[in-house]
């Protein structure tokens, strides 16, 4: 798939998933939730305040009829029933409403009826820009801070399953770092080489690796050759390993405000996907975000 367009067009043609929404009774994510049912994409259960959502609803001319209403206005409680509803298999993804992340996050990794799996759990961005001939990836710009060369590694294959989502054959993933030779100084530059070095001995199963590489030798085919790069990945990368969040904040940010790119992002290492939007995002791409954790719980299903 080149575009998330293509992604939410994609879903029209296969069975529909449940979302289960916790502390629902938020109107940005509410109307990204209209917007997924009208177009036939989703069903969804709205666990939270009955009374607040019933009263957005009708702001937003959500027809509360097509969707199904769990009454919880205890917030931590409402995030409890969302999440019991993908443990049950009653849904398969869940979307935080009106909760602060820490509290929906401590739902999501209860050990008893939450969605824990023992793998880390990385965010995934999906970028759609209209200067490259495909979808690219990101991780992490929101979860995981300062990751360890084993964090790396987790972080990679949490991607691995959102690029099989979106039809992406042998993917890509770069180590991104400020520059492409190995410095002792820069511990990025360390853990991408030894990432390149376990890449090429097939330790990483359904995806390629290779690092140091700077960012634009990444994206462009003509800059590696100017610097005299060989390599599988250099030009043709699918997903930017970033080194910390920072970098991978920063590069949301810029890409979204300044480049004006489409994205979407879905939180991985769970037994489902987790859909956590910020505030700030505009509502396609709390849509988009809906759409891409669709597409991947179907193709889970697949398997």
């Not at 290779?210 to 030009?235: F, M, T």
């Amino acid at each position: 798939m080149r575009s998330l367009r293509e992604v939410r067009d994609s879903l029209l043609a296969r069975e529909k998933k449940r979302i289960a929404v916790a502390a629902a009774e938020d109107r940005p994510v509410l109307e990204a939730v209209k917007e997924a049912v009208q177009m036939g994409i989703a069903e969804a259960t709205l666990c939270g305040d009955e009374a607040k959502i019933r009263q957005i609803a009708e702001e937003i001319e959500l027809d509360v009829n097509k969707v199904t209403i769990v009454n919880e206005p205890d917030i931590r409680k409402s995030a409890e029933a969302a999440v019991k509803l993908v443990h049950n298999g009653e849904a398969q993804l869940v979307m935080k409403g009106l909760i602060g992340t820490a509290d929906f996050l401590r739902a999501v990794l209860n050990k008893e009826w939450g969605l824990r799996t023992g793998k880390i759990l990385s965010h995934v961005a999906v970028f759609d820009s209209v200067k490259l001939d495909r979808l690219i990836l990101m991780t992490d710009a929101a979860m995981v801070m300062y990751p360890t060369l084993e964090e790396k590694i987790a972080m990679i294959n949490n991607t691995i399953p959102v690029c099989q989502a979106l039809e992406i054959e042998d993917p890509k993933a770069a180590a991104v770092c400020a520059v492409e030779v190995l410095n002792p100084s820069m511990q990025p530059t360390l853990d991408a080489a030894s990432l390149a070095i376990m890449s090429q001995r097939g330790q990483f199963k359904g995806i390629t690796v290779d690092g140091p590489l700077a960012l634009d030798n990444v994206l462009n085919e003509d800059a590696a050759r100017h610097k005299g790069i060989k390599s599988p990945v250099a030009g043709h990368a699918d997903v930017l390993l970033m080194p910390n969040i920072e970098c991978g904040n920063i590069m949301w940010k810029t890409l979204v405000y300044m480049a004006r790119c489409e994205i979407a992002g879905v939180l991985m290492g769970a037994a489902a996907p987790v859909v956590i939007t910020s505030r700030s995002d505009a509502p396609e791409t709390k849509l988009n975000s809906i759409a891409l954790a669709l597409l991947i719980a179907g193709n889970k299903d697949k398997k």
